[in-house]
């Protein structure tokens, strides 16, 4: 399988981005069990998940401060990498 993430380290906190459908984002439950899938992935960070509107805008879940960051860069900014995982 593979994914559509990134690593990012900023102001000291380094944390994970994958990209989701925008539908495993409509729900708190959901995105929690998101959260939870890629967590052996990206152990020990927190994750955001991020999934794009009709627009091509992202919108992101996840912890606040995180969240608020991303939403203040251009997606262009993030790393974007594809992971192979199984």
Do not use: C, H
Request: charged share 20%; net charge positive; no cysteine.
């Amino acid at each position: 399988m593979k994914i559509q993430g990134a690593v990012i380290k900023e102001q000291g906190v380094t944390f994970a981005v994958v990209v989701v459908e925008s539908s495993a984002i409509q729900t708190a439950t959901g995105s929690k069990a998101q959260q939870e899938a890629f967590r052996r992935y990206f152990p020990g960070m927190p994750i955001v998940l991020a999934a794009q509107d009709s627009r091509g805008i992202f919108q992101y879940w996840g912890r606040n401060d995180l969240v608020k960051f991303l939403a203040s860069i251009s997606a262009d900014r993030i790393p974007w990498k594809e992971y192979t995982v199984s």
